[in-house]
């Protein structure tokens, strides 16, 4: 009998290596996304003034459809 299970590797081994690299590799694609996320957050109003432009034009904005989808 010649095959891995012969050699004396523990296939299980292998499968919980690829399931936590794989766990590993998620986890780190996901915080690389989230700080990407929170970088443009902060340098897309870098300040209070700014940020509270940017939400009245987004209440401006709800106002606008809400009008039009009244008429």
């Given at each position: ?6 050699q004396g590797y523990d296939l ?28 443009s957050a902060v340098s897309g ?25 009244s008429d």
């Amino acid at each position: 009998m010649t095959g891995v299970a012969a050699q004396g590797y523990d296939l299980q081994h292998f499968v919980s290596e690829d399931d936590m690299m794989h766990k590993k590799l998620v986890s780190l694609l996901l915080s690389t996304l989230m700080m990407l996320a929170m970088g443009s957050a902060v340098s897309g109003c870098s300040t209070i003034e700014g940020a509270g432009k940017d939400i009245e034009k987004a209440g401006e904005a709800i106002r606008d459809a809400a009008r039009n989808a009244s008429d």
